[in-house]
């Protein structure tokens, strides 16, 4: 048993580590889309890399885990270094970032939802927890760069993340902790983003609010 | 003393419960104003009902309550899904949303700095951490719908709140911890803003400044 | 020993309140300008001044020490309210502003260093914390304002924090914890500051990526 937590305890922190690097990517990316400068886009990258595990920490109530790990903020902000120089790898990043992000948010949200209910948080919470810790980079991503967060207008984002911690929570609850399970989670999440991607669903948008400026909605 | 503890106590609860529920439709009908999609609308709901008190909890440094039960969650969450369901009922939630929002912050402004006093915190903290706890889900709101928060520019919206706490605070300097202050309180708060709706009150602005593009002020 | 470290705790505590009453003036004059009204004005200093400390006491883990502390808020605070009333003194702040906050970006560098590096946390941490302190009330203020934050585009301002906060962790980690390096750190960083300042100074942006809407960029 003891073996076994140990054995989940590494996994789960190199889980960790690989959804801080690729998600690290995302926000490089974006950030040399938009412009900024070079510390900015380093910043960026770590940001995106890493608020949606320190907010999930604060919202528990724990120190985050982050920041007194110095290799999550390499993880996190060796990607912005590359965004920036590598002027060639650019192109295809472009192209990976999208899978990328798919497989960053696949992790977190299932290492999400095992840290909340590892302290002890209800399965309601931890689904929530575990579909911040996925959605958090990407909100703050979104308001430092002045749009309104992709994740709450448009795309088939939250909904897998809330599913892949899903599986974990209803897992647990059935007195199942098995890592398997997670693995389980994290494919669901990544399946269903894959999906939503290659046949660009939408969630619906209600259908009677005044139509803002020549927007052509995309809804239902 | 244990017994009207414990009152006061339930009395707070439900208080915050319906606070953070009023609440969670002014975030709900921002969000259909703004075409989120259904997922956005119900965060949107669930953020302005929590985000004030999460943010104190933060600030007073212990874990945010709200997110350990699972009501608060409900509660925010669900004016979103009704929100967004509700096509008939939004026309009429629409005119009610500000005296539904007024009543929020009456509410919130004075279990806010209820809870900083139980907590040892100062008066001037609590009537500061009072009207955060109000205003903190309106700020949040307009920041993720990318707008310079309306509190900060124009209305009579932090006043009230920081009145309503400061009752609170007050009577508790005064040696008074009874509930029946946190009526008067949440009473000032609701009667303030009121009247501030009413009779389209704004806080001044300072006249020399340059003027931005054409936006005629409606300073004094 | 003992009277050196409460020299020192006192010195540090005199350098933040020093440094959170001159970034005040950073955000009070930033909210004149955005013509926010009275309360929001004096929000905005106040946000300034404290939003850096707040931040990094929230990765770290600990309470922030600022919210129970009403030295802060009235240091913090007091500088929107001058900016608000003094017609006459805002010119000349205006120019002075970027000075002060230069000023207060020093100190707070070194001051946020050397707090991390007091709660245990390593030196890259110490050095990350450190900027976080001197650049987190002008991010939060941006983004209130609905800019994409200054330091993420432009202007050598992150650069001097980080070297400042890096003398401080250097000089710990070779077995000093003498005040002198806290005053050799905020002199780098400060005069790197202006030094970016006098000669407009600008990191470099990424130089292939798709140019936004007729902005004439100035990197490089």
Known sequence: MAITDAV???????????????????????????????FGVVVLAAVVGLAGGITRDLLIGVPPETVRDGRFL???????????????????????????DAVGLSL?????ATKALRLGLGP????????ITGIGGGIVRDVL??????????????????AGAAVVAVAHRAGSDAGAFAVVGA???LLL????????????????????????????
Do not use: M
């Open 124 to 131: 309601v919470q931890a689904v929530v927890l575990g579909a």
């Open 74 to 100: 390499i993880a996190a902000a060796a990607p912005g270094v590359v965004c920036f120089v590598a002027r060639r790898g650019r192109d295809r990043l472009q192209r990976a970032v999208l899978v990328f």
């Open 187 to 189: 494919a669901v999440c």
């Open 193 to 220: 983003r894959l999906v939503g991607l290659r046949y660009v669903i939408n969630l619906p948008v209600a259908d009677d609010g005044p139509r803002p400026r020549g927007e052509g909605g995309s809804e239902r």
């Open 108 to 112: 977190f949200c299932v290492t999400g």
């Open 145 to 162: 760069l002045r749009e309104v967060p992709t994740v709450l207008r448009t795309e088939l984002y939250a909904v897998p993340a809330l």
């Open 8 to 38: 989940e305890t590494h996994l789960i922190l190199g889980l960790n580590l690989a959804a801080t690097f690729v998600f690290g990517f995302s926000g490089g990316l974006a950030a040399v889309r938009a412009r900024l400068d070079v």
